[in-house]
Nanobody
Framework: QVQLEESGGGSAQVGDSLRLSCTGRTLDRPGMGWFRQAPGKSREYVASIPWHGSGDHVAGSVRGRFMISKGGDENSVILQMNKLKPEDTAIYYC????????????????WGQGIQVTVSS
């Protein structure tokens, strides 16, 4: 069974950076992205990218601090998180869909297990 898998999470201080990676891309689901969910809150869209071509998108709540990109190994998607804030603390989920637009619209997605990111001062 093919599964998406996140790595690179952990603890960081306010203002620091973390880099998350997602592996497990499949050919029939070239739309990739990230969501996050904090305790007591709903799952929040973060970013999306098409594996082929261009059209990456980052949610306004993290735009200017977070960046999504394709990994150089041609089999991963990266979420670079800079200038971290306490409100970035959440479980981060990698996701995949038929298109990047489907990821943004949260339609017919598959999910990784999630990885914890904790930001403190």
């Amino acid at each position: 069974q093919v599964q998406l898998e996140e790595s690179g999470g952990g603890s960081a201080q306010v203002g620091d950076s973390l880099r998350l990676s997602c592996t497990g891309r499949t050919l029939d689901r070239p739309g990739m992205g990230w969501f996050r969910q904090a305790p007591g809150k709903s799952r929040e869209y973060v970013a999306s990218i098409p594996w082929h071509g261009s059209g990456d998108h980052v949610a306004g709540s993290v735009r200017g601090r977070f960046m999504i990109s394709k990994g150089g190994d041609e089999n991963s998607v990266i979420l670079q998180m800079n200038k971290l804030k306490p409100e970035d603390t959440a479980i981060y989920y990698c996701t995949a869909g038929e298109t990047a637009g489907d990821v943004r619209r949260r339609q017919n997605l598959i999910w990784g297990q999630g990885i914890q990111v904790t930001v403190s001062s």
